[in-house]
């Protein structure tokens, strides 16, 4: 694998009306046609993604979309699926004509207001007509951040192209520029050695590891650190044979058991999930939610949520394993609802509990955004690593490696035996 996951991209979002130069202005960006232009209102009819490397941003995704005000007979469609770019953005392009602003404009501004989402206002198609100075005046307050453009002006296009960068490197994200490490933070000062316990079954690739253990060796020795990658079988043996221990043994979900079994106690042991649950999200908010699983009831609803889409096999995760050991667990059957990429449920309130994957295929803002959205509905929310130890009954031994996460797993478990109580 040798690019960069659009998990670990800056999405940068291209909002506004039917016609206003959205995709022109990625084409530009990109330097080559990807886009569909047309003086045809409509053309995009759904989100184009085009992942490229932005120096000095480094590796980013860009997300034309259908326009605002869009009247078409798909129109419905079309604008269900530019509203969810809210959720994954971390970044917004508003683009805009000269001295018009409408109730579409209004409506992103108040959504990125809404959400914090940084935004940079892009008025287009200056060659045609330039903004009064009122125009640019109403705009700065709204915004602060306006950029004027001729996307048809290839003469002054790497001008335009450098404001732009220049732009976006002010209002990115400080989370996207230091972004949390999957590991940092577990190894001592001068390096350490991590162990990974990496099953070989029907859900790993041929020829190839499944991308959560890939970013995570990655991780690793970006933090100077080593890693020995063993199957379960080998890893008592390849223990005995360290030196000195490890920092951390780091484990598939499903191999949890075993794994905290054969490892001493001394020796810190998480999994790859719980890893992605503190760096995509909340891990704090993530353990507190597993705690919900100790007072499922049989007949309960609750949300299986993945954001990649593929084809579950005998023992997959999501869909078999938890699902198996939440009806053991509840002593009968549970109403248990899937969603698959980007189709989240609006209706998250009906649900006791949501088990969310690790989210190594989309962004930290769309988990996060996921996360806000259970939060305030009043739901737990947790995620397939921390569901599959709190079931096997070693989630304390998967928190060790955090403090702050096995507190609130703690406190959330003696809340809710008050309650009972």
């Known amino acids: 694998m040798n690019k960069t996951p659009k998990g670990n991209r800056l999405h940068i979002a291209l909002l506004g009306r039917t016609n206003v130069g959205k995709s022109s202005l990625l084409n530009l960006i990109l330097g080559q046609d990807i886009a569909i232009t047309s003086p045809v209102a409509g053309t995009t009819t759904d989100v184009v993604e085009k992942a490229m490397e932005l120096f000095p941003l480094g590796p980013v995704l860009f997300m034309d979309t259908a326009g605002l005000d869009d009247t078409s007979a798909l129109s419905g469609v079309r604008l269900k699926n530019t509203v969810k770019v809210f959720d994954r953005a971390d970044v917004i392009i508003l683009v805009a004509e000269a001295d018009t602003w409408t109730d579409f404009e209004e409506y992103v501004l108040k959504e990125v207001q809404i959400r914090r989402i940084p935004l940079l206002i892009v008025i287009n198609k200056i060659d045609l007509r330039k903004p009064s100075s009122e125009h640019l005046k109403f705009l700065q307050l709204k915004s602060g951040r306006v950029l004027m453009f001729s996307c048809s002006d290839r003469t002054l296009r790497q001008n335009y192209l450098n404001t732009l960068k220049q732009q976006l490197m002010e209002i990115v994200p400080a989370d996207f520029i230091a972004t949390p490490s999957l590991t940092g933070g577990l190894f001592p000062p001068s390096g350490g050695i991590a162990v990974l316990v990496v099953p070989v079954d029907l859900q790993a690739p041929k020829g190839r590891l499944i991308l959560p253990q890939v970013q995570t060796i990655r991780d690793i020795l970006d933090n100077n650190a080593a890693a020995v990658v063993v199957k379960e079988r080998e890893l008592t043996a390849i223990l005995a044979g360290l030196k000195n221990p490890p920092s951390i043994v780091v484990t598939d979900s499903r191999a949890v058991l075993k794994v905290t079994a ?103 803002s769309e988990m996060l955004n996921r996360m806000h959205k259970a939060v305030e509905a009043g739901v737990p929310i947790t995620n397939y690593g921390l569901a599959i130890s709190f079931l096997q009954g070693v989630i304390k031994r998967s928190l060790t490696p955090f403090p702050f996460a096995l507190t609130a797993f703690e406190n959330e478990m003696m809340r809710k035996s008050k309650q009972i109580m």
């Open 262 to 364: 054969n490892v001493p106690g001394e020796i810190p042991v998480t999994t790859f999930s719980i890893l992605f649950a503190r760096q995509k999200s909340d891990l704090a908010v993530m353990a507190a939610g597993a705690a919900a699983i100790d007072q499922l009831k049989p007949g309960d609803r609750v949300l299986i949520a993945e954001v990649c889409s593929h084809h579950a096999l005998e023992d997959d995760i999501g869909r078999v394993i938890i699902p198996r050991r939440l009806r053991r667990y509840v002593g009968g059957d549970l109403q248990i609802d899937v969603s698959c990429g980007r189709d989240y449920p609006e209706n998250i309130q009906d649900y006791k509990l949501i088990f969310h994957c690790g989210g190594c295929m989309v962004n930290r």
